[in-house]
């Protein structure tokens, strides 16, 4: 069966895999030059199956209202906002505020993520992967008691689905992260003990080298740009070059097609009907090489007062933060950077020098709600895996692995409800 995934993040590098030992004869389209070159390029580089929520949270407005204009607010939106912001955070408060969705959406999510853990270990164990990767804990800490309740509910719903967690007293942070420094008293501090790390650009052009040695083409510099469709079928992608150098347009016809294209998505899966409202939520990391080893984190940590991450990777460290809605604007402002960097030397100072790190800016493909869209399309033959938000890295394995099963009429082994890609249509949100 010859299917195109269209998109080479993470998303659907993975499913390729996924699709092509399962017996499909895949080709990967993308508009850029390489793999993982868009949101999958320099991300927070947590694997954090225990960490996953969903976007639209009861407190996520009043969590922006009270940073919105400060340095430091997580959540930041650009004046005057662009038409496209608006109706993404209507539509954020709408499932924020529908009884019992976050709950039901966040047991959702979490189940995902521990398939993705699953699959995770599987492929690190069939294939020689060398991504910095690595399991070694997820702490979330915090001085703010405002926080720490958050933090407490939290735990609440890990308990409820036997995911394994632990509270630690300030000598056993210390021997999870002998680095961390906490110029106030913690009034939390909880471990997800089974979560991870890993560059997801790495793993991502590693998977596309084990996908090619699979038979799998990819096409690079090669954008979608319509449709061919008869009846309830796709028949054929419509593409075009994206290199000035060699300009043409031509069709590929197909079995199959599978969305992956993250923030692209929303575009493209109008023309097709389905309504995907993939809102680029923009985020900025700086990487470092580390300069003195023992001052850095081991793995991975969320400080919940600054709402940065902060990641070793290999002998790398890289810390992310800010969510901010501005549509597709690619500057990075030093202020950003600024803010950033002294949250990451207030917790590992002298671990690498961000003076001369590297900055990235990306946009994590959301959908207001929060969870991604996962299976079926609205057509026979189209299928989607796309708008994982901010935990798309941690959820790609498992994602994929899911979708395989959907393609092959297979029962998969959590329910699909929360991720359906057909819930935005024009019927009320309702929890599940
Ligand atoms: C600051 C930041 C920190 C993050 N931290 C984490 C983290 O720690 N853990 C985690 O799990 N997730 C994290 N994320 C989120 C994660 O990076 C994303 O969810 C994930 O990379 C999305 O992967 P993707 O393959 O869906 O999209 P992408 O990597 O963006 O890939 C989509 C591809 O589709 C292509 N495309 C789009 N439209 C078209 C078209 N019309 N034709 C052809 N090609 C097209 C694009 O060129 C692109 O290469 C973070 C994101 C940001 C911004």
């Given amino acids: 069966m010859k299917t195109l995934v269209i998109g080479a993040g993470v998303a659907g590098v993975t499913t390729a895999w996924t699709l092509s030992q399962r017996g499909y004869d895949v080709t990967v389209i993308d508009a850029l030059d390489g793999a993982a070159m868009e949101t999958s390029y320099a991300n927070a580089g947590q694997r954090s199956y225990g960490h996953v929520s969903p976007w639209a949270a009861p407190d996520v407005i009043g969590v922006g209202l009270r940073g919105l204009f400060s340095r430091q607010g997580p959540l930041k939106v650009h004046f005057p906002p662009h038409p496209s912001t608006i109706s993404f955070l209507m539509r954020t408060l709408r499932y ?134 008869s009846g309830n079928r796709v028949t054929g992608a419509e593409l075009a070059s994206s290199d000035p150098e060699t300009a043409g347009t031509w069709t590929e016809t197909a079995d199959n097609v599978v969305l992956c294209a993250g923030c692209g998505s929303r575009k493209i899966a109008r023309k097709l009907g389905l309504s995907l409202p993939v809102y680029p939520v923009k985020g900025y990391s700086l990487t470092a090489e580390l300069k003195d080893a023992d001052r850095a984190p081991r793995s991975t940590v969320v400080d919940l007062d600054r709402k940065v991450a902060i990641t070793r990777l290999g002998d790398r460290m890289r810390v992310t933060g800010f969510a901010e809605l501005a549509a597709f604007d690619r500057r990075i402002p030093q202020t950003r950077l600024d803010v950033i960097r002294e949250a990451v030397e207030s917790r590992f100072s002298g671990a690498a020098d961000f003076h001369n790190a590297e900055a990235w800016t990306g946009f994590r493909p959301m959908l207001p709600d929060g969870p991604p869209a996962l299976g079926k399309g609205p057509l026979e033959n189209l299928y989607v895996n796309t708008g994982h938000g901010t935990f798309g890295w941690t959820l790609s394995a498992g994602s994929a692995r899911i979708l395989g099963q959907v393609m092959d009429g297979e029962t998969p082994p959590i329910a699909l409800d929360a991720f359906n890609p057909m819930r935005f249509s024009k019927r009320p949100p309702h929890p599940r």
């Fill in 96 to 229: 924020a505020t529908t009884p019992r969705l976050y709950e039901s959406n966040n047991t959702a999510m979490l189940k995902l993520g521990m398939v993705s853990r699953e699959a995770f270990l599987a492929l690190e164990d069939e294939l020689s992967l060398n991504f910095d990767g690595d399991h070694q804990g997820l702490l979330e800490v915090t001085s703010d008691p405002q926080e720490a309740s958050g933090l407490h509910n939290k735990a609440h719903a890990l308990t409820q689905l036997g995911i394994h967690h632990e509270w630690l007293e300030s000598d056993a942070v210390n021997r999870q992260e002998p680095g961390l420094q906490c110029p106030k008293p913690l009034q939390s501090s909880l471990l997800i003990n089974g979560d991870g790390t890993g560059d997801c650009h790495r793993f991502t052009r590693e998977m596309m080298a084990h996908c090619e040695s699979a038979g799998v083409r990819f096409q690079f510099n090669t954008q979608l740009v319509g449709w061919q469709r």
